[in-house]
């Protein structure tokens, strides 16, 4: 288990928190198999009930470590922790509920596209600069984000990489609430033990029903994945690293 992400369980909601404020929550491949654990084992067990997905004040996540893009664009090994990840988000049985306060970039936004209520403070910003970097979306983001806001909000999310706002986001079904920073852990808390106190089999029927069949989600993140790795290992994306990393010294 990594100690950059926290799981906690308060009765029958299993938390489990992103907890590297010194990278801004970035996310390596250590903490995708703890997240992809947390979510598997919480499914098995009926004394969980809601998972919950949390960051840190000022950083949800700022995506993807970049460290670990660098080394697989420069030939390093590419592991399977993030699709183990992504399967075991896709493909939950349980509700998720999830809370934003600050950046939220690359998975850190598409994550939420597979949760079923997520609030946000009014200083959020959702990005996706896939495109950026010369790669491409994932978490089956270019699915599921045009399903749920339609093609030209989806494109200037996931091609553009335009940042939205929390009103943006919510206004693109994105997120579902907007709340102050010193109330969103509470309206997190508070909704997923709403929700854990309804009737468990009912519960899990009824969010079957409103996502519909996960088959062609995990497709979709399977074949994003095989043109994810093509791009990170090309020399465009090489580039537009070293470039990144180049301005981020700088700056």
């Not at 994003?224 to 070293?242: I, N, P, R, V, Y």
């Amino acid at each position: 288990m990594s100690d950059h992400v926290l799981v906690e369980r308060h009765g029958a909601v299993q938390i489990v928190r992103l907890n590297r404020p010194d990278k801004k929550n970035a996310i390596t491949r250590a903490m995708y198999a703890t997240m992809a654990a947390a979510l598997t084992d919480g499914d098995a067990d009926d004394a969980v009930r809601v998972h919950v997905f949390l960051g840190r004040e000022g950083a949800f996540s700022s995506g993807n470590d970049l460290q670990d893009f660098l080394a697989v664009a420069t030939g390093g090994e590419h592991g399977g922790e993030v699709f183990d990840f992504l399967k075991a988000l896709a493909s939950a049985k349980k509700p998720i509920v999830s809370g934003v306060d600050g950046l939220a970039i690359g998975i850190g936004t598409t994550i939420h596209l597979h949760c079923d209520l997520t609030f946000a403070t009014p200083g959020s910003l959702f990005r996706t600069p896939f495109v950026d970097l010369a790669l491409v979306p994932e978490a089956a983001s270019s699915l599921l984000a045009p399903q749920i806001m339609g093609h030209q909000r989806a494109f200037a999310l996931l091609g553009m990489g335009e940042g939205f706002s929390a009103e943006q986001a919510r206004d693109a079904g994105l997120i579902w609430k907007v709340v102050e920073a010193g109330e969103l852990e509470d309206a997190v808390l508070r909704s997923a033990r709403d929700l854990a106190a309804k009737p468990p089999k009912a519960l899990q029927l009824a969010r079957k029903l409103v996502k519909g069949p996960r088959e062609p989600v995990i497709e979709r993140i399977k074949e994003e994945g095989a043109l994810f790795s093509e791009q990170l290992t090309s020399d465009e994306a090489k580039e537009a690293f070293m470039a990144f990393m180049s301005r981020k010294k700088s700056a």
